[in-house]
């Protein structure tokens, strides 16, 4: 027994790209973005990362001017 196929009622637009995301897809790359840029400044959060002192002074220094 065939299955039915369902057409589209209107033909396919060929004027631009009509693409539409769920809002998950933009929330989360957002919440991942700010939980690292947080860590990244907030270097004490992160017990396991030693690194070179250049680093670290510079990041507290980039903490310190967003601070204001």
Do not use: C, K, Y
């Amino acid at each position: 027994m065939a299955a039915r196929t369902h057409s589209r009622p209107h033909p396919a637009n060929t004027g631009g790209v009509d693409i539409r995301l769920p809002w998950w897809a933009l929330a989360l790359p957002a919440l991942a973005f700010l939980v690292l840029l947080a860590l990244i400044l907030n270097p004490s959060d992160a017990h396991a990362a030693t690194g070179d002192p250049a680093i670290t002074r510079l990041l507290e220094r980039a903490q310190q001017l967003l601070a204001r």
